[in-house]
Every structure is written in structure tokens, then in C-alpha cells.
């Protein structure tokens, strides 16, 4: 089924819109990025898509199909996008028309979250697994669940928001008014703003930067005391929501890239522990914690696969 | 596929082992109980049902297959039982080879709350739906999602263990070592404890008795404002525990079935109101929140169904 074909990602971003040529894991040519709050409308973002794909084709004519990671709820099959999370203007687009109209090639269309879970398993850390949990750490979490070898998206293309999954039912109230979402505990903002308050809580004191979880990762590595719990309570919640997606998916293995997983084993160290310690052994010993292989154009990746696999 | 042809159901549980002939969602003949905790050794057990089997089979020859669910771990592919939760003895069992060879017919095992839930889907109050959690409550919380058209089991059959979802990471500790699992906030006998505490604090006397979540719904029908509190902490923890589901599976609905929930709105109004207040509108409304329909005898429907389901 075309293994080395070529085909067209894009990931569509809050901030970002990338589309390249893609073969396979390869990015054969990249276009220019779209700023996306530049576009003040889906049409006009539209436009300026039309306008890379166009050139894209011209340069690659030998591209199968074009297929779109959007950052919000996507129906896959009715080929539209529902609502957006952070990008206004987005109800009911029917972006999948709209992108065949504009390129002249088959589309697919999908959450941007499930497109990068789609890269890993389909090319990834999570080849040929029939059942698996991709999460990828940012400003929020990312997700996308793989269960019985296929794409999971429930029953109004919401499935995988694994971000929202609830640590604590009496925790901070979230995005959709939702309590304790782990999300709202390990994203970049909310772990630095739990550090300065750490800091300032201590005795000791903060080092001279401390702005990202690089700075973080980095006094932690150093020994500070303060840093390193705040790991360790970082992993132990995460492995919480882990938890979770084991007891209801029971996955072969969670996949794991992007912003915090960045700091190794001052991640996964503590995480093994704290999953190892609340799941029956057996089940423990045939879990696998991977690292995502993809980076950050697995989105891009993911859905050029996504489109390929759906030729017909 | 043979919609109205007879075959055999079993449902094995921690104190007792039902087997009937089953005709849809019709108990056409049931067989003896057989005493779980009599029989000291699988194959003691396996004896008890051997003979209800030869009977039942006696009385209707035309039965087709024989389904069994089993209160654990049970590979269904493999068709053995990896482990009992509650069962000592149950380990690495090839009930599937065993079941067919003492009655002669095509057999089917598969977890006991799994049977429940697909009885629901097949034949009860999530007919024809794609994506559905069903819940069943006793001293614990059993349940099974259907995804996508198909019973979830995951890569260790052990998906669906949606009693042991996390609803605090710093929560008490559970049976495989867990933090926080719903079952143990909202089981028969956690409420009960529950219950004895708030009377003890609380300056009124306790009902005369009050020992069942059904005392406990009669004091609150009544107005008792310690029992309309220990309802509305249930629903709360029940909605965290369901929202995860949602967040996770994006289900079109939950069926709610056992225990607590014949309390009916005492329950169910609470865990509405916790649930929309915690769910993007637009979801929240396609989302059904339905009682089951198929009371204590889902199991024994459901495997027997599943077993047909599955002849060749």
C-alpha cells in the first residue's frame, strides 16, 4: 500500500501552520510556516495554505494525497472540523472538502494530537502495537490513544484528551470547568509557576534563571532539593493520570515526547516507580514506558501517513 | 446470526455460579447454583459445573454454544483465565478447552463485568451504539466499554477496570497499591463506613438502621441531611471517575446498573449536575446517562450471547 509514497502533512498549531512534502519518516521539502494568529478567519489561513500547497504540488506532482492536524475536536469521518481550542472562528469548517477542492488531492482530516500518536505507532517508538497511549507535553498535554489497532476517537471525535483526565476530585477547576485536570498540574505554566512558589516557600534560594523546565531540569540535576521534588511530584501525578488510561485501555505501552519528558530519567526514573508501585505486578512487567521517536514533526508525519493509509 | 437460537450462559462470581439456557434476553431454564467458596480447587468447581452443564444440555439439546464470564483476568483470545481477583487457585486455567470439552459445544470466556456490558450493548440499554461504559455496582464497581463497535480489552485483558480509576493521586491506598481508586470511595461497604463516620460527627441520631446503601437512600428520602450529603460525595467521586471515561473514551453513553444506583435520582440527578458542569457543552448534551436494563442477569446473558455471537 504505497509504503514510500509521497504525501503532504500539516499540522496546524495555535501559533503555527507547517505543511511539508513527507516520505515515509523523511521531510522531503518543508513550506513556509503561517503564522496563525496572523489570520484572523479560517479563510484567510485557508488562503495562505491554498497558496503552500499549491507550491508543494508544483515542486512534488508526484504527492498522493494532503492530509490535516487541527487542534481541536475534528470529524474525522464527516471530514469538518467541530470547534478549535484556542483559534477562533473555527465551527463546523468543512475543512476536508475544502482542502481536496484547493490541492486537487484526496484529504484526510484529524486532530493535531492524533496525528502525532498516529506517526508513533504507524512509524514510531510504537510500531505494530495493537493498543497504545502517545502523550506529547507542551503549554497542555497531548494525546492520542491507539486501541485495538486503530485510532481511538470515540463518539463525537473527542476521544484521547487525555490532558483532562482528573488527579484529584476536589483540584483546581480547568478548561471545561472540569476539576483536578492533570494538565492544569505538568503544563510548562503551571509546573514554573509551582516552582516559584516552591522557591519562594524554601529557605534556599532560586537559581539566577528559572523560567522553563529546562531550568528546572538543570537544577534538579545539580542537586537542589527543591527542584527535585518538584519532579518527583510532577511524575507521581502524571503517573495518576498514567493510571488511568491503564486500568480503562490497558495499553502495551505509553509513548512520551515533547517539553517535560525532554528531562530523561528525572522523569522516568520517579514515573516507573509510581506506576510500578499501583499495578499488578504481571501486568507492570509487560508495560512499556517508551520515549517518542518522531519529535516535532510528528504531527506533519501523522497526518501525511494518516492520508496515505486511506486511499483507496 | 441465529437471533432467537438457545445457548448456555455462566457467570461465575466470587460467592456463587449461575448457569442458565438463554434465549435472547430469556432465562429459559436455569440450573442449580453452584457455591463458589464450597469448592476449594478450580477443578472441584469445575466438576459442580460439568454437571449442571450435562443437565441443562439434557433439557434443551438444540443449545448451541456455552458462554462463561469469570471475576478476573481472562484472555479470551487464548481463552484462559489468567488470574481471579477474589477466587484463590485461578491461575493459567484453559477454561475454554475445559468448557468445551464437558459439554461438547463451542465455547466463549470472557471477564464477568465484560459479559455485563456487552449483554447491555447486544441486548439492553445501549443497543446498536458504537461507544458505550457500562457500570455495575456491588462491593465493588465492575464494568466494560464497548469502543468503537467492539468489547475493549486491551493488551493484557485487563481494560475496563474502570473501578480502579484514580479520583485523587494522594488518595487512600487500594488493592493492587493504587491511590484514590472510585471503588474504594464508593463501594457498598466504603459508603457504609462513610456513613458511620458522618453520623458519629454529625449531632443527629442515625436512623435505627443503617446498614445498606438502602437504608442510607430511605434516611435521605426522608430528608435526613447527613444521608442527602453521603449522595451527593457519591455522585461527585462517581462523576470524576465517569468524566475520566469521557475525556478518555468519548462515550455516546454510560449504563448504570447494581447497587447504589437503584437509588435511581438520588443518584442520578447529583451526577448529572457534576457531569455538565464538567463537559464542553456541546458534548455534554449527545451524552446518555441511562440505567441498565438487564438487572443481576446481564452476565449470564451476555456470555451466553457472546458465545453465539461467536460461532463460526
Known sequence: MGMHELSIGVDMGGTTLKAAVVRETEIVQRAEPVST????????????????????????????????????FVDHAGGKVDSLTNVPG??????????????????????????????????????????????????????GVVSNGQLLRGAMSA????????????????????????????????LM?????????????????????????????????????LWDDAARKLATCLLNCHYILNPQAFVIGGGISK????????????LQSQIYPPHFAKLQILPAKLGSDAGII??????LDELP
Not at 302 to 307: N, T
Open 90 to 143: 473555527w465551527y463546523d469548517v468543512p475543512i476536508r472538502q475544502i482542502l481536496e477542492d484547493v490541492s486537487g488531492l484526496p484529504a484526510s482530516v484529524e486532530n493535531d494530537a492524533n496525528c502525532m500518536a498516529y506517526a508513533e505507532w504507524r512509524l514510531g517508538a510504537a510500531q505494530g502495537m495493537s493498543d497504545v497511549v502517545c502523550l506529547t507535553f507542551g503549554t497542555g498535554v497531548g494525546a
Open 263 to 274: 528531562a530523561g530519567e528525572l522523569l522516568f526514573a520517579p514515573l516507573r516507580r509510581y
Open 193 to 229: 509557576r509551582e516552582a516559584q512558589i516552591l522557591y519562594a516557600a524554601s529557605q534556599g534560594e532560586a537559581p539566577i534563571e528559572m523560567e522553563t523546565p529546562i531550568h528546572l531540569e538543570n537544577a534538579a540535576k545539580v542537586g537542589c532539593p527543591v527542584a527535585q521534588t
Open 159 to 190: 476521544a484521547g484528551e487525555i490532558g483532562q483526565v482528573s488527579i484529584d476530585y476536589r483540584g483546581r477547576i480547568g478548561h471545561y470547568g472540569n476539576r483536578g485536570a492533570v494538565e492544569d498540574y505538568i503544563g510548562n505554566n503551571e
Open 302 to 307: 501523522g497526518s501525511a501517513r494518516l492520508a
Open 37 to 72: 494568529r496572523e489570520c484572523s478567519t479560517p479563510q484567510e489561513l485557508i488562503n495562505c495554505l491554498a497558496e503552500r500547497l499549491r507550491t508543494l504540488r508544483q515542486q512534488y506532482p508526484e504527492a498522493r494525497a494532503v492530509g490535516m492536524g487541527l487542534p481541536g
